[in-house]
């Protein structure tokens, strides 16, 4: 066991892990932050995306060991300063974009990865880039379209009807 | 004027709070004091006899606290089929045992024959892994083909089950002889034979449970991914374990999905449950995405022939199919109801077909166990037909929305009753097809073709016009059938003292927004706002008893349950009104949240009547009891009947095979409708499951009965980038004539009218662009498989 700690949600964190212990199992078992979700072990349904050091990762594909020192951003870190949902949650809400809400945190944290780098993104490149996040309840009809709002583009237009 | 609440209004979802915030408490969430962890030990192959599981090595590993096998289970019962069908001749059909865990002998890669619990999950995977080193197991015949599976009388999955038949069942039966002399004198007769591919339903919240056991009490509490907490609770009351019902809790809390897959009891929940008896300590269980694929129920998975008996003008006149249906190797709960009751009787589509007959064999295979995901059987059954009509109008040369037209049952004709045993109360099969083909602008199609052929691709169009039968189901004619439970649904609605209300509901909700939809119901009639309205589900010690979420049917029984409670609600309502009004009881109105005196001023509102139901000083305590609280329980009197038109577009790309979806539209008839924004919102999750079922998903085991497609590096979930935006509309409504709501569900429409769709378009592409020898490819329509049709001219 090794003493990892982290800055999560702007708050110093620390917690025993071994050296198989994912980051997405230590932030859920260790830290109790059960927001983040595992979908998966082969690191492909994206229901564990959390922020890294300013970056989308798949928390399961990460040691916690590799992320000592980092600073982490989960979902439960997203929401304003007070606690009302930020931009990208409330689009979410406005658009339907989720309904089991499994893989939802995942979508928010790579959505809001997507904003950060690409501000105005077209209805493909929305899709191109959370390919990472599978969602097996919306048809990712109502995610695309809160992507879309969030950006502050008109999604009802966009998505023809 | 849009609402902005109540019955009719796309009231945003209560639930996407917690959801959106890292709040949700799904099972795998919680955390309890003194926890233990179980890890499950797998058959690695098909089908093999346990020779010996030695445990004395990994009972000293560290952490490792107690191991079980099959043999701690061998007295204790089976999963049962919720079901019993007979065959043609009158048999009941081959039942075997489902143990907890195998005994005897392993029958699908995923059986699981041991578990181990240890303090920490990795100690107890590490435990796991020496009982499988220390299991022999003797290889026997895989059974994988459902063909060679019923010729093979030697080679069984059951030892006492010979030509590993399930059932072989005829519907119906009085009608076999009527169909085959109106197929052998039909002037044209198209056959089809296709295979509806198997699919992993794929919750992305992979299942989890957690048993508890209390000692002192000899309580237990089971913790669990279920749609159906009632139901796992009586199946492991009565079946599996013999604790008395009042003494085990089940709870579902949030579920992160279930498409029909949590529907089921599985033996882990038992396990869970037996473990924490014996450590009298929580034991916990959450599958990894492998072991999901490995043992989560399968949906699907049906070999057909259809023949479809026309004039030349494509009038029908006779339907027959022959259906080999895969049930895997062990009978799940609602795996026998679902390639019969739920398949057969839906054979003749909205259309006035004289006389139907279906055939099907319903066949053990070493493969994980088959049953109902989304839609089932109502998908085959659709998919068989629609397809069938598309080819005969291809033979005939006949346009496909004439022919669907022509033979339509028209609004005159409701009630209608098939010749497959369903009657149909209400729809409107031509409004919905127009609707489609406004949206689509069929008359832009032509153009369309031309701009994608500029690009290189092949443009086709698809159509599928298709009813389903949801809200199962009235109990009785369920009963009559094989059913071996009631399926009405319960409610509570209790009114607190200062008037706001909770409404505990035996539906359960795992992404469908019940939260949201019940209250805008009972808003609408108590005339309270949304936000005093609280809706508790998914636990058995606060609920008085529930069927679950299934067969879309959460609105239609769950909803009419708690119309029928705020009915007696309002009625007791009414005479504490009339005592304190000094007024005839036949006198009181109830309107707008407002007790009133009809044709005068004089009112209590609501919120008064229930303070003076709690506080009753003044209030008639001869005749009636204080409080204000109400239960019924809700038994549909038919099926709901929820039908629609669906127009796919597809492009296919000549040089890869590539199909992409362009344009998908979907007219449905869902009755009337509470929440418009959930509803759409259904459908798109539907269509998007359908899509995947025409392109991507498939699920291949070898010859050697391994699953090949157990991971979501080999198994294509549809992603955002192979779908587009769908275009749905719900304007044509025939409200249910027999539920008070006049509602017939939504949530599996989307994915049983998109399959067909998807592949009659891309049929169609192809002959445009003159493939026209490519008369079907089988689902999953890959570029791989588009490729070699086009090429095997
Ligand atoms: S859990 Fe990380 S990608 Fe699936
Ligand atoms: S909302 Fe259920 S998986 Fe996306």
């Avoid at chain 2, 409701?414 to 149909?424: H, R």
């Avoid at chain 2, 719900?730 to 027999?738: D, E, G, R, V």
């Avoid at chain 2, 378009?761 to 008369?775: C, M």
Wanted: aromatic share 6%; glycine share 10%; with cysteine.
């Amino acid at each position: 066991m090794t003493k990892v700690t982290l800055t999560v949600n702007g708050k110093s964190m620390s917690g025993e892990a071994e050296g198989r212990t994912l980051l997405a199992s230590f932030l859920r078992d260790t830290l109790g932050l059960t927001g983040t979700h595992i979908g998966c072990d082969t690191s492909q349904c994206g229901a564990c995306v959390v922020h890294l050091d300013g970056k989308a990762v798949k928390s399961c594909t990460l040691l916690a060991m590799d992320a000592d020192g980092g600073n982490v951003t989960t979902i439960e870190g997203m929401a304003n300063a007070d606690g009302s949902l930020n931009t990208i949650q409330q689009a979410f809400q406005d658009h339907h974009g989720l309904q089991c809400g499994f893989c939802t945190p995942g979508m928010v944290m790579s959505a809001s990865a997507l904003l950060a780098e690409n501000p105005k993104p077209t209805e493909s490149e929305i899709r191109h880039y959370l390919e990472g996040n599978i969602c097996r309840c919306t048809g990712y009809h109502n995610i695309v379209k809160a992507v879309l709002a969030a950006s502050g583009q008109d999604a009802n237009v966009m998505a023809a009807e | 004027m849009p609402k902005d609440g109540g019955i009719g209004a796309s009231s945003k979802r209560r639930e996407d709070i917690r959801f959106l915030t890292g709040r949700g408490n799904y099972t795998d969430d919680l955390s309890l004091h003194g926890q233990t962890y179980a890890v499950f030990c797998r058959s690695t192959v098909a089908h093999g006899r346990i020779v010996s599981i030695d445990t004395k090595a990994t009972a000293d590993m560290p952490g490792v606290l107690a191991i079980f096998t099959g043999e701690d289970f061998k007295d204790v019962g089976g999963n049962p089929a919720g079901w019993l069908i007979n065959s043609r001749d009158g048999t009941p059909m081959r039942e075997p045992k489902r143990p907890v865990l195998a005994h005897g002998k392993v029958r699908h890669v995923g059986d699981a024959y041991a578990a181990v619990i240890a303090e920490t999950y990795a100690q107890a995977k590490d435990a796991a892994e020496q009982v499988a080193a220390d299991t022999e197991i003797e290889e026997l015949s895989p059974i994988v083909d459902m063909a060679k599976a019923v010729a093979n009388a030697d080679n069984r999955v059951h030892d006492e089950i010979p030509d590993n038949l399930c059932f072989d069942w005829g519907w119906i039966e009085d009608n076999r002889a009527a169909v085959d002399a109106a197929i052998k004198a039909a002037p044209h007769v198209t056959t089809l034979e296709l295979i509806n591919n198997r699919l992993v339903p794929n919750a992305m919240e992979p299942r989890a449970s957690i048993g508890e056991y209390f000692p002192g009490t000899g309580d237990y509490k089971l913790t669990t991914t279920s749609q159906n907490p009632h139901l796992t609770r009586l199946l492991v009351s009565a079946f599996v374990m013999g604790i008395p019902e009042n003494k085990l809790t089940v709870v579902a809390p949030d579920v992160g999905g279930g498409f029909g897959s949590k529907i089921y009891h599985y033996g882990e929940e038992a396990l869970v449950l037996a473990a924490a008896r014996k450590l009298a300590r929580p034991v916990r269980w959450t599958a990894e995405r492998s072991e999901s694929f490995l043992s989560d129920a399968h949906g699907r998975d049906h070999v057909t022939k259809i023949e479809l008996a026309t004039d030349l003008e494509g009038n029908f006149l006779a339907i027959r199919t022959e259906t080999l249906a895969n049930v895997g190797a062990y009978l799940s709960n609602f795996s026998t109801a679902t390639p019969t009751f739920l398949h057969g009787t839906l054979m003749a589509g909205p259309y006035k077909v004289p006389s139907v007959y279906v055939n099907v064999k319903a066949v053990f295979t070493n493969t994980a166990p088959v049953d109902a995901y989304r839609g089932a059987g109502r998908p085959e059954a659709t998919y068989s037909l629609e397809r069938v009509i598309d080819k005969m109008c291809r033979e005939l040369n006949l346009n496909p929305f004439d022919v669907r037209r022509k033979n339509f049952i028209t609004p005159d004709m409701f009630p209608y009753a098939t010749p497959v045993g369903l009657n149909y109360d209400t729809g409107n099969h031509g409004a919905t097809l127009d609707k489609a083909m406004q949206m689509a602008n069929v008359a832009g199609f032509e153009a369309r073709v031309a701009d994608s052929a500029k690009r290189g691709k092949l443009r086709g169009m698809g159509l599928s016009t298709w009813v389903e039968a949801c809200g199962l189901a009235p109990s009785h004619l369920a009963g009559v059938l094989g059913s071996r439970v009631g399926l009405y649904e319960a409610a509570t609605v209790r009114v607190n003292a200062t008037g706001n209300i909770s409404v505990m509901t035996g539906a359960h909700s795992h992404g469908q927004g019940h939260e949201t939809v019940f209250a805008q119901l009972v808003s609408e009639r108590l005339g309270i706002p949304e936000s005093s309205i609280e809706i508790v589900h998914g636990d058995t010690s606060k609920i008085p008893f529930g069927m679950g979420s299934y067969g879309s049917r959460s609105l239609s029984v769950g909803g009419s349950a708690i119309d029928r409670a705020v009915d007696k609600i309002v009625a007791k309502g009414k005479k504490i009104a009339a005592h304190m009004l000094e007024a005839a009881e036949d006198d009181i109105v109830f309107a707008n949240g407002n007790f009133t005196v009809a044709g005068t001023d004089k009112a209590k509102s609501f919120g008064e009547i229930a303070f003076s139901a709690y506080v009753p000083h003044n209030y008639p305590l001869e005749t009636l009891e204080p409080g204000l609280e109400e239960t019924a329980f809700y038994d549909p009197g038919n099926f709901t009947y929820p039908a629609g038109a669906y127009l796919c577009e597809v492009e296919v790309d000549a040089d890869t095979g590539r199909v992409e979806v362009a344009e998908f539209i979907c007219a449905d008839d869902f009755g009337n409708v509470v929440n418009p924004m959930i509803v759409e919102g259904q459908v798109h999750g539907g269509v998007g499951q359908g899509i995947g079922q025409a392109l991507c998903e498939n699920t291949t085991y070898d010859e050697n009965g391994q699953l090949v497609s157990a991971s979501y590096m080999d198994y294509a979930m549809p992603r955002a980038d192979d779908v587009p935006f769908y275009n749905v509309d719900h304007s044509c409504q025939t409200p249910c004539t027999h539920n008070p709501l006049g509602v017939k569900g939504c949530g599996e429409a989307g994915a049983i009218g998109s399959p067909p769709a998807v592949v009659n378009a891309v049929i169609d592409a192809l002959h445009r662009g003159g493939y026209s020898h490519v008369k079907h490819i089988d689902m999953p329509v890959t570029p791989s498989r588009v490729w070699a049709a086009m090429q095997a001219k």
